[in-house]
């Protein structure tokens, strides 16, 4: 197997880096590289024997401070600063999820029964929004594959639907009289959720998911645009056909199902050619599937991508 992921029990100790490497800025630059080049994918890259190092290996982690001050969560606000601003009410313990549809074990599972401990691994992974800024986050979950095989799907399952939870109550943005609808939804062909690289999330830096970023579980699929990775999940529904997704309900002609980050599709309001690592001054060139063609790129051999986005 191409990708070697490695459990957090997997890692010797000297190899965890420390949380205050982490929170302190200053500290962690010089290590930063070397930390990115020991998580997720590289092994690959090192094995690969004389080959140029690619480009992730230059890729620094964005500090936690940003990852955790710069967000979209429009539950709680449309601003960046909102959702930590506004996230404080928000209770994510305890925590259940309604399992539905096309598999044979639906129920409600508390998140405790979903993710299972001795399978989280810590994946650094890139960001892509598209707003065209990114990130580079330490990620902690669970590959979403093994989670799928668990709820053992049906044969005619062909997609998996998520919902994030509505409390207005907790969530000011959901009090506001128009914009989006609630629950937020998202949706991936089960292909691209059982792909090793789809992760549900439960914390990020080492410690559990803040409100902002999703608590306490949230997709990430690095090589789509951002807001396909659905917050504070309440729901995971198997389908036959393809389910609606919030952006594309929102503004079809802007946000596609798919979403797979693509620098030769621009939206129509901005170029995705280039993109701001948040924390630097010059925009760096966008990378087709956010730079993981390489893993990817068969999910959609034959699909027009400049039609499908
Ligand atoms: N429920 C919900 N999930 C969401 C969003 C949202 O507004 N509501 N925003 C999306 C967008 S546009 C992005 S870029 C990412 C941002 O994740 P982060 O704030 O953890 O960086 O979350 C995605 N998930
Ligand atoms: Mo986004």
């Not at 290996?57 to 710069?70: A, G, N, R, S």
């Not at 650094?124 to 799928?148: D, K, Q």
């Not at 799907?153 to 943005?173: I, L, N, Y």
Request: contains cysteine; proline residues 8%.
């Amino acid at each position: 197997m191409l990708i070697h992921v490695r459990k957090k029990s997997d890692v010797a100790s000297s190899e965890i880096t420390p949380r205050d490497v982490y929170v302190n800025r200053r500290d962690f630059i010089g290590q930063s590289a070397a930390f990115v080049a020991g998580a997720g994918l590289t092994p690959r890259l090192l094995d690969s024997a004389g080959a140029p190092p690619r480009q992730e290996l230059q890729d620094d982690l964005t500090p936690f401070e940003d990852v955790t001050t710069y967000n979209n969560y429009y539950e709680f606000g449309m601003d960046k600063r909102d959702p930590v601003r506004n996230s404080g009410d928000f209770v994510p313990v305890p925590w259940s999820v309604e399992v539905g549809g096309l598999c044979n074990k639906p129920g409600t599972y508390a998140i405790e029964d979903l993710i299972r401990q001795d399978e989280v691994v810590e994946r650094t992974y890139r960001m892509r929004c598209v707003e065209a800024w990114s990130m580079v986050i330490p990620w902690m979950g669970v590959p979403f594959r093994s989670i799928i095989s668990r709820l053992e799907p049906m044969a005619d399952a062909k997609f998996v639907a998520f919902e994030t939870v509505v409390r207005p109550e907790q969530m000011p943005g959901q009090r506001r009289v128009g914009g989006l609808d609630w629950p937020y939804v998202e949706a991936l062909r089960i292909d691209e959720a059982a792909h090793p690289l789809t992760l549900m999330v439960t914390g990020l830096y080492g410690r559990d998911l803040l409100n902002q970023n999703g608590a306490p579980l949230r997709l990430v699929m690095p090589w789509k645009y951002g807001f396909k990775g659905i917050k504070s999940i309440v729901s995971i529904t198997f389908t036959e056909s393809m389910p609606p997704n919030t952006w594309n309900i929102q503004t079809p002609n802007e946000y596609g199902f798919y979403a797979n980050v693509n620098p030769n599709v621009d939206h129509p309001r901005w170029t995705q050619a280039r993109e701001r690592r948040i924390g630097e001054l010059r925009r760096r060139p966008t990378l087709m599937f956010n730079g993981y063609e390489e893993e990817v790129g068969h999910l959609y051999a034959g699909m027009d991508l400049t039609r499908w986005f």
